[in-house]
């Protein structure tokens, strides 16, 4: 389904090990997917099913035990790991469920960050630090600390930092799984937008079929393999 689209992520036959003790427990067992530009795409499965596993590795977070992975055409298992921080750093954003702002620097200055790896000037960054504030709708928290804003506020700060690089593609592990169904509501129509409105692909990880229903592509996983990958609209009944 995605051979129209150029893929931005792609693994082929990719398996991740992971040691407990003397004990070897497969995460990933020679998953092959792609993601293809301007897709939306959802990740569901059971706990330890594998599919945070896969969004860590396209994030260049892990790499691999085998297999192959290519993210922007290249392959990610040949880099070294400051050739992989600036791969990660230029063509993935990155939201995590707890946000991970950091709680003594303000919303503008939390969302410039990547861009100081970048080597990017002051004045620079704090340019394109408002502008992914005002794309997520808190144009007027600049200022603000992380203890002065709520969940949904501080999730679409998180939101805003994984913008601000201009990444082409935006993961989200769980993004909605520790706000209230107003607040989630609210930060998924911002990862709605950024998919329709700037055509960049979006690929998130979920336990509620609610969320999951709002992708155009269902990826499904159970003990570390890929068991459907379907196209689904609203009338898709996902499974929980």
């Not at 691999?64 to 990610?76: A, E």
Request: hydrophobic share 40%.
């Amino acid at each position: 389904m995605t051979d129209k689209c150029v893929p931005v992520l792609e693994a082929y036959e990719v398996s991740r090990t992971y040691m407990l003790g003397k004990v070897e427990v497969p995460a990933l067992r020679s998953v092959s997917l792609r993601i293809g530009s301007g897709e939306y795409v959802a990740v569901t499965g059971p706990s330890g099913s594998g599919k945070s596993t896969l969004l860590n590795l396209f994030g260049c977070l892990d790499r691999p035990t085998s297999g192959m992975l290519r993210i922007d055409d290249r392959d990610v298992t040949t880099l070294s790991d400051t050739e992989l921080a600036r791969l990660r750093n230029r063509t993935i954003g990155f939201v995590f469920q707890s946000f991970h702002l950091l709680n003594r620097t303000t919303a503008i200055d939390n969302v410039a960050l990547p861009l100081v790896y970048r080597g990017t000037g002051r004045a620079e960054r704090r340019k394109r630090a408002k502008a992914a504030l005002e794309a997520v709708g808190l144009g007027h928290r600049f200022d603000h600390w992380p203890t002065q804003l709520s969940g949904g506020e501080q999730q679409r700060v998180a939101i805003a930092r994984a913008l601000v690089g201009d990444p082409q593609v935006l993961l989200a592990d769980e993004p909605t799984g520790n706000l209230d169904t107003h607040s989630g509501e609210e930060v998924m129509a911002v990862l709605d937008r950024l998919n329709t409105e700037r055509g960049m692909a979006v690929v998130l990880v979920t336990h509620d079929p609610d969320i999951a229903r709002r992708a155009r592509r269902l990826v499904r996983f159970r003990d570390g393999l890929v068991k459907s990958d379907t196209v689904v609209g609203p009338e898709t009944e996902v499974a929980r």
